[in-house]
């Protein structure tokens, strides 16, 4: 049973090929999975308008590098911030960039971000932000009943970006140029935090992902190259790895998907001409999240807390965000 929040997700495009907004849509079956995804010509983005008017974000908020957030009324209303989050002068992305050193954090957090928080109830505040809800979502691995009061069932969150730059200083190695890009979080954990992470001296970056199970340790799975140890004591440590050469370099375009159903999560890679480069899944049925509360987010969430300098900074620029349920 979809609840009355699920029917209010308008596709607004442009046409199928030409489509500028962020964009939330319910689907009644399996949805579809294709082999490709579209790339950033195919998004009429005008540099001269906001990330508002370029993107539906009716169903976000955004937390900035202070800690402070606004709302979805604010970010609505034409809101941009210089050197934070604003359009693109010559290619119309949004830009999300974020100066870790002297930055503030949230209270669950000792990391900055410059990042995107979903929240399904839109400007309706009377309804919490935390909680199963009409804000939040649901695996479909949960109970009939939590599936009826939550906001939406299963998800798949798909973007088009670019990194720009991550951090060059850090005093921790496995910190320096990590960033996560987009992430599936739930009462506490993360079923899912999706890296870019890049060495000051390698010409191009890694991508990988962790599944945060609730009482267990971290799993990570290296997606392009071999950066972290992907299960153990040191599991998410950079391990020494070279210069991936399948990975991503700074200002290549290329894609996400992150897709739940029920117990599987699905992340696929794809790169600049629409091509699926790297697909993994994850059987989630031990990872305790069936009967959980979750949101998408999707921006720049810093992974170094260690920079050394406060000129040096994170920044990437997304040209499609679609969250659909």
């Given at each position: 049973?979809m609840?009355?929040?699920?029917?209010?997700?308008?596709?607004?495009?442009?046409s199928?090929s030409?489509?500028?907004a962020?964009?939330?849509g319910?689907?009644?079956?399996k949805?579809?999975?294709?082999?490709?995804?579209?790339?950033?010509?195919?998004?009429?983005?005008?540099p001269?308008?906001?990330?508002?008017?370029?993107?539906?974000?009716s169903h976000?908020?955004?937390?900035?590098?202070?800690?402070?957030e606004?709302?979805?009324?604010?970010?609505?209303n034409g809101?941009t911030l210089?050197?934070q989050?604003?359009?693109?002068?010559?290619?119309g992305?949004?830009v999300?960039?974020?100066?870790?050193?002297?930055?503030?954090?949230?209270?669950?957090?000792?990391?900055?971000?410059v990042e995107l928080?979903?929240?399904?109830?839109g400007?309706?505040?009377?309804?919490?932000?935390?909680g199963?809800?009409?804000?939040n979502?649901v695996?479909s691995?949960s109970t009939?009943?939590?599936?009826?009061?939550?906001?939406?069932v299963d998800?798949?969150?798909?973007?088009t970006l670019?990194?720009n730059r991550?951090?060059?200083?850090?005093?921790s190695?496995?910190?320096?140029?990590?960033?996560?890009?987009g992430?599936?979080?739930?009462?506490?954990?993360?079923?899912?935090r999706?890296?870019?992470?890049?060495?000051?001296?390698h010409?191009?970056g890694?991508i990988y992902f962790?599944?945060e199970?609730?009482?267990?340790?971290d799993?990570?799975?290296n997606?392009?190259?071999?950066?972290?140890s992907?299960?153990g004591?040191?599991?998410?440590?950079y391990?020494?790895?070279?210069?991936?050469?399948?990975?991503i370099?700074l200002?290549?375009?290329?894609?996400?998907?992150i897709?739940?159903?029920?117990?599987?999560?699905?992340?696929?890679?794809?790169?600049?001409?629409?091509k699926?480069?790297?697909?993994?899944?994850?059987?989630?049925s031990?990872?305790g999240?069936a009967?959980?509360w979750?949101?998408?987010?999707?921006?720049?969430?810093?992974?170094n807390?260690?920079?050394?300098?406060s000129?040096?900074y994170?920044?990437?620029?997304?040209y499609?965000?679609?969250?659909?349920?």
């Amino acid at each position: 049973m979809m609840s009355l929040f699920n029917r209010k997700y308008i596709i607004n495009c442009i046409s199928i090929s030409f489509c500028a907004a962020l964009i939330y849509g319910c689907s009644t079956g399996k949805s579809s999975v294709n082999n490709n995804e579209s790339t950033t010509a195919s998004y009429n983005l005008n540099p001269n308008l906001t990330p508002s008017e370029n993107f539906d974000l009716s169903h976000w908020k955004i937390t900035l590098s202070s800690g402070e957030e606004k709302n979805v009324e604010e970010i609505n209303n034409g809101f941009t911030l210089d050197n934070q989050f604003y359009t693109d002068s010559k290619d119309g992305g949004m830009v999300f960039k974020n100066y870790p050193k002297g930055a503030g954090t949230t209270v669950n957090s000792t990391y900055s971000r410059v990042e995107l928080r979903e929240m399904l109830r839109g400007k309706n505040s009377s309804i919490d932000t935390k909680g199963i809800n009409s804000n939040n979502w649901v695996f479909s691995s949960s109970t009939k009943e939590n599936q009826e009061i939550a906001g939406a069932v299963d998800g798949v969150l798909r973007a088009t970006l670019k990194i720009n730059r991550v951090t060059e200083t850090s005093g921790s190695p496995d910190q320096v140029g990590r960033i996560i890009i987009g992430q599936i979080h739930a009462s506490d954990d993360e079923p899912i935090r999706l890296y870019y992470h890049k060495q000051p001296d390698h010409r191009k970056g890694a991508i990988y992902f962790a599944h945060e199970p609730r009482n267990r340790p971290d799993i990570y799975e290296n997606m392009l190259g071999n950066y972290v140890s992907e299960k153990g004591s040191t599991a998410g440590k950079y391990n020494g790895s070279s210069s991936p050469s399948n990975g991503i370099a700074l200002n290549e375009e290329f894609s996400y998907r992150i897709e739940v159903k029920g117990n599987l999560l699905k992340v696929d890679l794809f790169d600049e001409s629409g091509k699926n480069i790297s697909s993994k899944e994850i059987d989630m049925s031990t990872s305790g999240f069936a009967n959980d509360w979750l949101y998408f987010k999707a921006g720049i969430y810093s992974a170094n807390k260690k920079v050394l300098s406060s000129s040096d900074y994170e920044q990437a620029t997304f040209y499609k965000l679609e969250a659909n349920h």
